[in-house]
């Protein structure tokens, strides 16, 4: 009724912790302690730890059993001695009290201890470790310098589970689930959530489709370990290939509980793992790196492009112009055409504003070297490259913040009369004449802008 995991050696280049029970078979089996227990039957469990000395100089270690955390990253973590131990931390007792050891020069040591099941414990994983710390040793000769001596003291923690039989609940929930690129790789971040009373390890079956059908694939992917009743985010990186360049792509998901019990032939039975759950997520690669030095690229093009036209512009105020008079009918365009010239140019030389009416221009000043020299104002360069700019956050301005006119303008065409006014506007002659402060017998003339109250329009 009582089974154990033995774990492989957990160190840093001082010192290490392992199973004292070290075999070819438990080098294979993680760095754990796990224990199933049935808590009617086993009331203590003995065991022993390896403390292991790597470096040169002979070390003193403490030795304690403090809970387990599992970190928002999905990480996990040992409480420090001063922590609060509420679970599995507060079950060990060391053989003779005796908790700290002093180890000789690259040599081991073995301390015993016991596990005390309390009584009516709760059902499912107590999950914890046993922490070795140093206490007293000489400074690192490597981190000697200008005068100053500096103590490095290390930790090394190895993970220990209990898991108390009986009745077992298992299950998760994928709370969350994202699809992204970090540098050249594909990354998952899976959000997942303990629903039962024992650990759950999940794994998942992935693959991810672009516009062209499947792009790559990969089974038995791990997550991480999730523990009962808690939730945790993991970052998972994808082994296989490197992120796509461009577009859009879909990873379907198949996550599962891998968790295998260690328990065999017993009346506690723990229960199957939960049905898979299968989710999925959708990334649009963009190449930002590229895509930057490309707009950049294209705003020197552009930056380039202003700059000649504005010295174009520059000249041609400067050269002779003739005086065009506008006759009625005359269009921008033509001309322009007619002086072999863009209509734009010649609006801007003229200072003619969209919508580029002629309504009340009566001459034009066109570049031609049979005129007379003329100055036209050309706006300094800056003011030029920023007018666009300027012209789009005046409009937005404009129609947000501006109060609206409590009128309309419409303006009098050749033929138009009263009655066409009145029927146009919805109202009579006379209301739109008092208005505009006009005498009650006037009539409209073409081309007059004539001011319509909004709250009578009736278009």
Partial sequence: ?????????????????????????????????????????????????????????????????????????????????????????????????????????????????????????????????????????????????????????????????????????????????????????????????????IRSELKMNTKIYGLFGLYDSKDDLAIGQILPKKKATFTVSWPGKDRPIFGPYLAIMKIRDDYKPITENTALVIPPAPKPVTTWAVAFFVPWTQLGILLILLFVIWFLIQVKRWRNMLLLSRVPVVVYKVKKGDHLVDIANEYGMGWKLLAKLNDIKPPYSLRGITKIYVPDARGARRDIRVPHFFTYLTKPARHFVNKIIRHFFKKAKPYYTIIVDKGDTKKDIEKFTGMSWAEIARYNSLGATARPKVGQELKVPNRRKNL
């Fill in 1 to 197: 009724m009582l089974s154990v995991s033995p774990t492989i050696a957990l160190a840093t280049n001082r010192i290490g912790i392992r199973s004292g029970a070290l075999t070819e078979e438990s080098l294979r089996s993680g760095a754990s302690l796990i224990y199933e227990v049935d808590p009617v039957k086993v009331k203590e469990i003995s065991d022993s730890v390896e403390l292991l000395n790597l470096s040169n100089n002979k070390v003193i270690v403490k030795v304690m059993a403090v809970d387990g955390i599992l970190l928002g990253d999905g990480g996990f973590t040992l409480e420090d001695e001063k922590g609060a131990n509420d679970s599995l931390g507060n079950w060990f007792v060391w053989d003779k009290d005796k908790t700290i050891f002093t180890i000789p020069a690259n040599s081991n040591l073995t301390a015993h201890f016991t596990i005390k099941i309390p009584e009516n414990p709760e059902v499912g994983d107590h999950i914890g470790g046993i922490v070795i710390q140093e206490i007293d040793s000489p400074a690192d000769p490597t981190l000697k310098s200008g005068g100053a001596n500096i103590r490095i003291r290390t930790r090394v923690g190895l993970r220990a589970y209990v898991t108390i039989l009986g009745d077992i609940e298992r299950g998760f929930k994928i709370r969350g689930r994202k699809f992204l690129g970090v540098g050249n790789q594909m990354v998952f971040k899976i959000t997942a959530e303990g629903l039962g009373n």
